[in-house]
């Protein structure tokens, strides 16, 4: 299927912010000090090593799913492709095995070496796919752009789990920040205070961390509602 012109300039859209976000995280893995990978991290029970490990299985989904063309109609587009969920209680079994296989690495470098290995693959495999094409992960179907835009969503928050006891170190772009904010108005159904930075509403709208009593009173009614959970 050949792309318009508009389409195209989206989908580049689409990759580019995909690419630089996902870049962005692999570096900031990468400059993380070895003796910060035993400290905790913005992700509620686990390490900086348990995160980056989630992040190897990440990468790994990612060029299943792009491995994985699907002959059938979309079921979900980038936003229905998240879920609100109640926030995890450790029982999940793939919650429970991350922390034991983190530890298995040991050495934090193999670590960082094996990320950096399967998640370059994965960025080149983004670059190089169909955006029209369509792909099969989690018993759904969805196109390559859908896919791709759905994920600046998790290397985002991620991004902010993996500095969130590091103020020096580099955060997502301002450009990923406020894709991610969007996508998460969207599927939790609402608009955030435009008074609140897009760091803040991630942190804040996805339970990161408690609001501050200025942000419940411009949160109004939304505060409610908080945590919105995405899984």
């Not at 570096?27 to 905790?40: L, N, S």
């Not at 060029?63 to 999940?92: F, R």
């Not at 070496?113 to 792909?135: I, K, N, Q, T």
């Amino acid at each position: 299927m050949r792309l318009s012109a508009v389409a195209a300039r989206q989908y580049g859209a689409v990759v580019d912010l995909f690419a630089d976000s996902w870049a962005a995280l692999l570096t900031a893995v990468a400059e993380t000090p070895d003796e910060d990978f035993g400290a905790p991290s913005g992700c509620a029970g686990w390490l900086v090593r348990d995160l980056v490990c989630h992040l190897v299985i990440d990468a790994q989904d990612v060029l299943i799913t792009l491995a994985t063309p699907v002959d059938a109609e979309p079921t979900v587009d980038a936003v229905t492709y998240w879920n609100l969920v109640a926030p995890p209680t450790g029982d999940d079994p793939l919650d429970a095995l991350i922390p034991r296989l983190a530890a298995a690495y040991g050495d934090p470098a193999l670590l960082k070496f094996h990320l950096d290995d399967v998640g370059s693959a994965a960025g080149r495999a983004a670059a190089l796919a169909d955006p029209v094409v369509r792909v099969g992960t989690r018993d759904e179907v969805l196109t390559v752009a859908d896919y791709l835009s759905a994920y600046v969503l998790e290397w985002t928050l991620h991004h902010l789990d993996l500095v969130a006891h590091r103020p020096s170190a580099a955060g997502p772009s301002e450009r990923a920040l406020a894709a991610a904010r969007s996508a998460l108005e969207r599927i939790a159904g609402v608009t955030f205070p435009a008074s609140l930075p897009d760091r803040d509403v991630l942190l804040v709208g996805t339970g990161r961390r408690g609001p501050t009593d200025a942000e419940v009173a411009a949160l109004g009614g939304i505060a409610e509602r908080l945590p919105f959970v995405v899984g």
